[in-house]
């Protein structure tokens, strides 16, 4: 596609429920990154794909937490058990870049923003 | 975990004027790029800083990087009401990029 392309573009749930959160990436873009984004707050790191694997999860906040890309393009986070403190505006973003190659200039998808009530 | 740290939070000033924002990193970085982001929407890429580059100019946007203080600084010039966004610097650790807290700037016109 053009863009990156996440949905919803909102998202209302209750404490307790699970969501998913799709993003489509930039056609032929090998990497794609999720992140969280808090009112007033710059965005942060929740997981990193290169291809289909998960090549750094490291910012997932706990196991409630879980994303996959089967084919290696399309990408879905998934989160268990809502808590209040989940609301945020989740972001996905696309990268042409190989692993530990050049510089890596990501493209943002306009994120799903999550109301848990 | 959030790597930069802009200043100042917040800056208002009128169209026309210059806007300068900082931005301070702990560790070392191969390059360092500048994203805005509008209200309520992603981040647009507008400008990258190489680690051994001082300086760097796109249009109105001009950014310096100190590499031994660890800082960067944004400036755009000649300021319009549609620069009106947030602003955040990004530094990349290993394969991912690391935002900073962001400096929101609202131009008046």
């Known amino acids: 596609g053009a863009g990156v392309s996440q949905t919803p573009s909102n998202k209302v749930t209750e404490k307790g429920k699970y969501v998913e959160l799709r993003c489509d990436p930039i056609?032929?873009?090998?990497?794609l990154y999720w992140y969280r984004q808090s009112l007033g707050q710059g965005p942060e790191f929740l997981i990193y794909f290169q291809g289909t694997g998960a090549a750094d999860d490291s910012g997932l906040p706990n196991d409630r937490f879980f994303a996959v890309r089967p084919e290696g393009s399309v990408s879905t986070l998934k989160i268990q058990r809502t808590e209040r403190g989940d609301s945020a505006v989740y972001l996905c973003?696309?990268?042409?870049?190989?692993?530990?190659?050049?510089?890596?200039?990501?493209?943002f998808g306009a994120g799903s923003r999550l109301t848990v009530l | 975990s959030q790597q930069g740290e802009e200043d100042p939070q917040a800056l208002s000033i009128q169209e026309g004027e210059n806007a300068t924002m900082n931005c301070s990193y702990k560790t070392s970085i191969n390059n360092l790029q500048w994203y805005r982001q509008n209200s309520g929407r992603g981040l647009v890429h507008l400008i990258l800083i190489r680690s051994n580059e001082r300086e760097k100019h796109s249009g109105r946007l001009r950014v310096t990087l100190d590499t031994s203080k660890k800082s960067s600084s944004l400036l755009i010039t000649a300021s319009r009401a549609a620069d009106t966004a947030s602003y955040f610097c990004a530094t990349d650790d290993t394969d991912k990029l690391i935002f900073g807290t962001g400096t929101r700037l609202q131009v008046f016109p």
């Open positions: 973003a696309s990268s042409l870049r190989g692993r530990n190659s050049g510089a890596n200039v990501l493209t």
């Open positions: 056609s032929g873009h090998t990497a």
